[in-house]
């Protein structure tokens, strides 16, 4: 290299012959690192798509699993129980969902009638029936919503001329879900046994938080899709969910019902394991509670079906 620059003459050197020696030399001396770049990005590509198939393929192998052992203790319980709650660990619901979701709005724009309709009423059935709990978990919530969202604005930025109709309608349904969900969650807090709430007392306090900033749980949701999102999409989303406002005196009125109601659940639990703790813990509908609260397979189950039984029927009715 400093034999070639050697012998440039620089008083009658142009710039564009230093750039062509310079491109020159920098491809001679690079080219053997730039290869070995090429070739590990090559088997990259190859890494990834095996790890994706065999990912597939192993989500695919434990369902079989747990089908096959449901089915030898269908008749037992107790054990279908045990196992609910081990499947529920096993198994990434999540990625089901954004299949799911994604699946149902290609639908929907498939039918191309009512579409904004179709979409709040079929995201409405999936998002209730994956928050579908007795045990909300705060955490939980905000996956499912940033999956949901994230999945719409995959497909909205898809189909350009479609994007504010995928995006209207998914917060629509994402708004009448989590309205229903938290009086549902009320409901069961009316009636829940005293051993149920001792399981769970840190989880309601958890809960208890979010509820009372119901306003701004949205907001945090699209700022957590920004980081990986165009601007112009997180721009048109966060639009939209003013108009629709998430914020609505009903949401924040029954949140706030919800609220109170769990503080004077919550003041009656006590911290500390008691031996009379030990007994609760232990007793027959404090073990279902775990089954609830947890809901295993039972939940992810009639997600599934449900959601996908009432998109159909959503849609069927277009």
């Known amino acids: 290299m400093q034999r070639r620059y050697s012998g440039l003459n620089p008083t009658v050197l142009t710039l564009q012959e230093l750039r062509e020696v310079t491109v020159n030399t920098l491809k001679e001396t690079t080219l053997s690192l730039h290869n070995e770049l090429e070739d590990l990005m090559v088997q990259k590509e190859q890494i990834e798509r095996h790890i994706a198939r065999k990912s597939d393929e192993l989500q695919q192998l434990k369902y079989r699993f747990f089908d096959v052992l449901e089915k030898m203790f269908s008749e037992d319980d107790a054990m279908l129980e045990k196992l609910h709650q081990i ?7 999540l990625d089901i969902l954004e299949e799911m979701v994604e699946s149902a709005i290609i639908t929907t724009l498939e039918r191309a ?7 709040h009423e079929i995201i409405k ?12 978990n705060a955490i ?9 969202l994230q999945t719409a604005l995959n497909l909205a930025e898809a189909t350009p001329n479609q994007a504010d109709t995928i995006l209207r309608g998914t917060l629509l349904g994402i708004r009448s879900a989590l309205y229903k969900s938290i009086e549902k969650f009320h409901q069961y807090l009316l009636y829940v046994p005293e051993e149920v709430k001792a399981l769970y007392r840190d989880e309601y306090k958890t809960i208890e938080n979010e ?16 980081h990986r999102n165009a601007p112009a999409i997180i721009a048109k989303l966060e639009s939209m969910s003013q108009d629709i406002r998430f914020d609505t005196e009903e949401i924040k009125h029954l949140s706030k019902e919800t609220v109170e109601l769990l503080r004077t659940r919550l003041s009656k639990l006590k911290r500390g394991v008691t031996e009379q703790g030990n007994k609760l813990l232990q ?3 404090a073990q279902e509670a775990k089954a609830m609260g947890v809901r295993a397979w039972s939940v992810a189950k009639s997600a599934m079906n449900g959601a996908i039984k009432g998109a159909k029927e959503a849609m069927d009715k277009k």
């Open 125 to 136: 059935e999936i998002t209730f029936e994956t928050l579908n709990a007795n045990v909300l």
């Open 113 to 119: 009638s009512d579409i904004e309709e179709t979409l």
């Open 87 to 93: 499947k529920i660990q096993s198994v990434d619901l």
């Open 211 to 226: 509820l009372d900033h119901i306003d701004t749980l949205f907001t945090q949701v699209i700022h957590s899709l920004s």
């Open 140 to 148: 939980r919530i905000r996956r499912i919503l940033a999956s949901i």
């Open 283 to 285: 007793s027959k509908s």
